[in-house]
């Protein structure tokens, strides 16, 4: 199975401030089959970004996804107060569809 | 609207059993494979089984493998996840999801505890 890992554990930041999460793989992700995700306590996860890049219906311009291959990248360009969840990425292009582990994204 | 709602969790003693249940609407459930995935409390994500659009294939996590059954009914939208010999490793939000990426439910409660 693909291991992924995701770095930071924790960011700390301040509203207004831009935030870049990554998100390794142990193996290439078939055809870009990366996808981003964000929780808050509570509630279940919320797409942001499939295809690596594409960003999911009705989610802000700020979330941007990049990369290839084992390496990819989540970027807030702006951070909102609402934006502070944790984010978790997933490769679904080789079965078992796996997830890292997840960055908590904290005010500072 | 796009909508997959969970049932049937609750608290069951250990080597006990469960049968959860995914209503799915909105879209055409019939094309669409299926995953389960669960989450314990305070964890990560953790993908747990998936069936095709026409249950011809069918893969679980080494996890659950022997002990979870996934099924579905394209006649009645329905998801399924039959979980036996349960264990307090078990204990996870269960969350429906559609395909590979994209709509996940609310999640149901399961809990295995003496």
């Known amino acids: 199975e693909i291991v992924l890992t995701q770095s930071p554990g924790t960011l700390s930041l301040s509203p207004g401030e831009r935030a870049t999460l990554s998100c390794r793989a142990g193996q290439s992700v078939s055809s870009s089959y990366l996808a981003w995700y964000q929780q808050k306590r509570g509630q279940a996860p919320r797409l942001l970004i499939y295809?690596?890049?594409s960003r999911a219906t009705g989610i802000p311009d700020r979330f941007s996804g990049s990369g290839s291959g084992t390496d990819f990248t989540l970027t807030i360009s702006r951070l909102e107060p609402e934006d502070f969840a944790v984010y978790y990425c997933q490769q679904y292009g080789s079965s078992p569809i796996t997830f890292g582990q997840g960055t908590r994204l904290e005010i500072k | 609207e796009v909508q997959v709602v969970e049932s049937g969790g609750g608290l069951v003693k250990p080597g006990g059993s469960l049968r959860l249940s995914c209503a799915a609407s909105?879209?055409?459930?019939?094309?669409?494979?299926m995953n389960w995935v669960r989450q314990a409390p305070g964890k990560g994500l953790e993908w747990v089984s998936s069936i095709s659009s026409s249950s011809t294939y069918i893969y679980y996590a080494d996890s659950v493998k022997g002990r979870f059954t996934i099924s579905r009914d394209n006649a009645k939208n329905s998801l399924y996840l039959q979980m036996n010999s349960l264990r307090a490793e078990d204990t996870a939000v269960y969350y429906c999801?559609?395909?590979?990426?994209?709509?996940w439910g609310q999640g149901t409660l399961v809990t295995v505890s003496s």
């Open positions: 295809g690596a890049s």
């Open positions: 999801v559609r395909g590979n990426v994209g709509d």
């Open positions: 909105g879209f055409t459930f019939s094309i669409y494979s």
